[in-house]
């Protein structure tokens, strides 16, 4: 199992540009989330999804956009980069349920600089 | 509004001591959900443990042990005979059970650096 794949890895935008992070899974895991990471403010969520077809906002929305087509895949858009979006992001899933055993995987992030 | 404090920011310690890295979470659900991931320099996030507010019971898995108790709101993590690959920064995050009844979203602490030297 490969776990959870983001793409690319390192990324450099200029102010106004568009792009499309890939994040995928193939533990068939219904939950997903993209979270953003800044140095002294911990994790903080953008959007997660409970299923194919259904997402919500998180804590920092702004800026972006994400659709869930399918359960494996849960791509996040920059609709028009700003320096305050640069961060590195990460993206996890997790199977539902109340077992001790379930915990969020993370993808190995994305860091994004925005010029 | 969920809310997750680490109020050490960065710890030091020397191998083979003990350390115990605090948790202390907020929130108005009765059902909720309490993480604990690490972050090695290499940057990847790793899950360590999750607690059920209905489990109260404390953890023990090898060197790591973690203490839940619900009076002082608290989900704290002790590292026994701590190691230099302990080194890294360590989240408590919490997630409330909402309309799912399952944790679908965390909110992270801020994190505490661990350092830990020969």
């Known amino acids: 199992n490969a776990g959870v794949t983001q793409t690319p890895k390192f990324q450099v935008l200029k102010t106004g540009q568009s792009m499309t992070l890939q994040c995928a899974q193939d533990?068939?895991?219904?939950?997903m989330s993209w979270y953003r990471q800044d140095p002294g403010m911990g994790l903080r969520l953008i959007h997660y999804s409970v299923g194919a077809g259904i997402t919500d906002q998180g804590e920092v929305p702004n800026g972006y956009n994400v659709s869930r087509s399918t359960t494996e895949d849960f791509p996040l858009r920059l609709l028009s980069a700003a320096p305050s979006q640069t961060s590195v992001y990460f993206c996890a899933s997790m199977r539902p349920g109340r077992s001790s055993n379930y915990g969020y995987t993370f993808g190995s992030g994305t860091r994004l600089t925005v010029v | 509004a969920q809310k997750v404090t680490q109020a050490q920011t960065e710890i030091s310690v020397v191998e083979k001591e003990d350390v115990t890295l605090d948790c202390v979470y907020e929130t108005r659900d009765t059902t909720y959900y309490l993480f604990w991931y690490k972050q090695p320099p290499s940057g990847e996030l790793v899950f360590l443990i999750r607690?059920?507010?209905?489990?109260?019971q404390n953890e023990i898995s090898g060197r790591y042990s973690w203490n839940f108790q619900k009076s002082t709101s608290s989900f704290n993590f002790t590292i026994t005979a701590s190691q230099v690959v302990d080194s890294a920064v360590y989240f408590c995050?919490?997630?409330?059970?909402?309309?799912?009844?399952?944790?679908?979203?965390?909110?992270f602490g801020t994190g505490t650096r661990l350092q830990v030297t020969l």
């Open positions: 533990m068939n895991h219904e939950y």
């Open positions: 607690r059920n507010s209905f489990d109260e």
């Open positions: 995050a919490l997630s409330e059970g909402g309309n799912t009844g399952t944790a679908s979203k965390l909110t």
